[in-house]
């Protein structure tokens, strides 16, 4: 349906625009305190919008019209954003205390662990999930991988 491709595109547009902030903001802040190296900004920049096109090829290619590139894209936008958000934790200790406080990193740590322990199983239980039947009879498995799912788009906004 089209109303997910438009979700989907405009969380690819937010999350874009996030990313850029957070990056100009590292930016503008490295002029002052020489605090963060601008190759780790730049690479961690790189490193979302390889993610946020990862959510673009999921809104193009929807689940039952063809799967295996939606699943490719899910793939990308998954684990690119975990990358992300370990690569901005680290932005954010590095930054402390010009840019960051200390109890915000330490949030943001735990988000970034969260995310690295649900991205497991949530490729284990797309691996199981038969997407060939319209009806998934396996309503447990489906539960859980998007539940999964659902833990890491939450740790993507942190």
């Not at 109303?3 to 690819?12: A, D, K, N």
Request: hydrophobic share 45%; net charge positive; aromatic share 12%.
């Amino acid at each position: 349906p089209i109303h997910s491709c438009l979700y989907f595109s405009i969380h690819t547009f937010s999350g874009v625009a996030t990313m850029y902030t957070r990056y100009k903001f590292v930016e503008k802040l490295n002029e002052a305190t020489h605090t963060v190296n601008p190759r780790l900004n730049h690479i961690t920049f790189y490193v979302g919008l390889i993610g946020c096109m990862g959510m673009c090829v999921v809104a193009s290619f929807q689940e039952t019209v063809i799967t295996s590139v939606h699943d490719i894209g899910a793939l990308i936008a998954f684990l690119f954003g975990v990358i992300y958000i370990l690569l901005q934790s680290i932005v954010s200790y590095m930054s402390v205390p010009h840019g960051s406080s200390l109890p915000l990193c330490r949030v943001r740590m735990v988000i970034s662990i969260i995310s690295v322990v649900a991205v497991f199983p949530m490729i284990i239980c797309a691996i199981y999930v038969n997407h060939s039947d319209p009806h998934w009879e396996s309503y447990k498995e489906v539960l859980i991988n998007n539940t999964i799912a659902g833990i890491i788009k939450m740790c993507f906004r942190h």
